[in-house]
């Protein structure tokens, strides 16, 4: 099978089960883990901020970010289809009292504009101040879009200009910065605080960091415990995340040649992607109303992709996990898949 459905799929390799294997370790709670208190020393250089404290999950980071940012009452904009909005179980409003807006986007990104438009009159009596505001980026349901960097500089100036609190949704910052060619550290620097995931594109088993000021990091690793994330001998999955920032970070740029070179395949083959999507490690598919019968006939011929939050869209995604030889096969097999969905 080539699995395209997800960056959340790699095995860890030889190499970085080696280093799982031969991590020092000890108790996190205390910070006595010296792997993990390398991993926070060096994810804080990397994503441009004073501390980082290491959690289970990017879901976890987020979560605490915005328990942190907020008050109970307080407002949250996010783009509408964002994994905030869409996937983590309405959990700002259930931990942290926050009641989200979400915002219509464009390719995933809103504008500076939009966020003014929504801010409130803190005075009120009636209306819930607008506090915080979160951006994904890579944004994940519009198809691993990036945003440039001048509008993520324009909408932090604006956050700060208007005394709003800003996250960053940087599960896959790293495929931001290698589109981009910008520093993940500059990309992220400017937010209060930024949520980078180990086991999507960096290809570990689990992990996150959460990044931001050592004041806000204080309150971070209380929030860690809180959400019940506190850990004990973690350094043996920390050991991947160094290991990913070692060696799997400049490679990604491969992951993104291959989404590249698929989708254009595929449009020369006459299957409808829109290349102007393809900017990172996501090729977005249209393949009609019926799609679970074509996800089944992919499936059927090897090839294995994923659903969007467009009725009518599949995802396939590169990783660690899937080779030169690999987008080969998949060239061959989905534009045959999918004319004989179109012929039946
Ligand atoms: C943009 C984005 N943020 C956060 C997450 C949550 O990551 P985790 O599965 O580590 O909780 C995901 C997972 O797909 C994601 O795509």
């Known amino acids: 099978m080539i699995d395209l459905r997800s960056d959340t799929l790699t095995q860890p390799t030889r190499a970085m089960r080696d280093a799982i294997a031969n991590a020092a370790v000890g108790d996190e709670q205390k910070r006595e883990d010296p792997t993990v208190n390398e991993l926070e020393r060096r994810g804080a250089e990397f994503l441009g901020h004073e501390e980082a404290v290491f959690l289970p999950t990017a879901t976890m ?8 940012l907020g008050r109970p009452g307080d407002a949250l904009l996010v783009e509408q289809h964002a994994h905030i909005m869409l996937s983590e179980l309405g959990g700002p409003a259930a931990h942290s009292g926050l009641l989200t807006i979400g915002l219509p ?26 506090r915080v505001v979160t951006i994904e980026n890579t944004h994940n349901s519009s198809g691993g879009r990036v945003w440039p960097l001048a509008e993520v500089d324009a909408m932090v100036a604006t956050c700060r200009e208007h005394d709003l609190a800003v996250h960053l949704d940087g599960a896959r910052l790293v495929n931001a910065a290698t589109a981009t060619g910008v520093d993940s550290a500059r990309i992220g620097g400017g937010f209060d605080t930024v949520t980078l995931c ?28 809180f959400f019940g994330g506190a850990m004990r001998q973690a350094g043996i999955v920390a050991a991947a995340a160094l290991y990913a920032l070692d060696h799997h970070v400049d490679r990604l740029a491969e992951d993104h040649a291959r989404a590249r070179r698929l989708g254009e395949a595929l449009a020369a083959a006459g299957v409808p992607v829109d290349l102007e999507q393809v900017e990172t490690n996501f090729v977005q598919i249209e ?38 030889a690999d987008i080969d096969s998949a060239i061959d097999v989905i534009p045959a898949a999918l004319k004989t969905l179109a012929a039946a």
């Open 61 to 68: 980071a987020n979560q605490i970010a915005l328990n942190i």
């Open 105 to 130: 986007g464009t390719n995933g990104r809103f504008s500076p504009e939009q966020v003014v438009a929504e801010i409130r009159d803190r005075n009120s009596v009636h209306v819930a101040p607008t």
């Open 198 to 225: 180990f086991s999507k594109a960096l290809g570990c088993p689990l992990g996150a960091l959460i990044a931001g000021s050592s004041g806000l990091m204080t309150r971070a690793r209380r929030g860690k415990h």
């Open 287 to 324: 393949v009609g109303p019926d799609r679970s019968g074509a996800i089944a006939r992919l499936k059927d011929r090897g090839v294995l992709v994923s659903t969007t939050v467009h009725p009518t869209v599949v995802r396939a995604v590169t990783h660690l996990d899937i080779s030169d």
